[in-house]
C-alpha cells in the first residue's frame, strides 16, 4: 500500500543516485526549497515536456532559493544520457530501487505495457525544514503537474 504525502508532513528521507553516480539525499538540500518531480521514463514525450519546461523556468526557481530535482526508477547511466540530450539544468537522481517513489506515494505497480513498478508522475514542494508545502500526484501520466501552483507554493515561502 503506497503511502500518502500531504502538506504539513515531513517529506520522507531518500539517498538515491545521481547522473554523475553520487549519492544525493534530502538531507543535502536543507536551508534551501526544493521541488521533486517524480516523473515515469526518461525518453518519454510527456516527461521530456515536463523537465523541459523546469529547464526552461530553473533561473526564477533558482531566485527563489529553490532547487529542482528530478527522480525517476531509470538507471543512472539511462538518466546520464537524458539529461545530456535535453540539457537539463538541474539534477536527476535514479530511484532504481523504487523507495523513493514508494515513500512518496508516487508509485505504479503496474504501468503501461505491463511494466511494473515506475514513478508515478508528481510534484513536491520541500521547504528548508524539510515540510511538504505542496504534494501532488497524477494519476494519468498523460498529465502535466500544476507548475502555477508549484510556483505559486515557492514564492509564498519568499516573502
Known sequence: MAMKINKGDKAPAFKLVSTDRKEVSLDDYRGKHVVLLFFPMAF??????????????????????????GISVDSPFTLHKYKQ????????????????????????????????????RAAFVVDQHGTVQYAEVLESAGDLPNFDAVKQTVSALNP
Open 85 to 120: 540530450d535535453q540539457q537539463l539544468n538541474f539534477p536527476l537522481l535514479s530511484d532504481f530501487n523504487k523507495e523513493a517513489s514508494q515513500a512518496y506515494g508516487a508509485f505504479y505497480d503496474t504501468f503501461m505495457l505491463g511494466l511494473k513498478g515506475v514513478s508515478k
Open 44 to 69: 518519454t514525450s510527456v516527461c521530456t515536456t515536463e523537465l523541459c519546461a523546469m529547464r526552461d523556468n530553473l533561473a526564477e526557481y533558482n531566485r527563489l532559493n529553490t532547487e529542482v530535482v
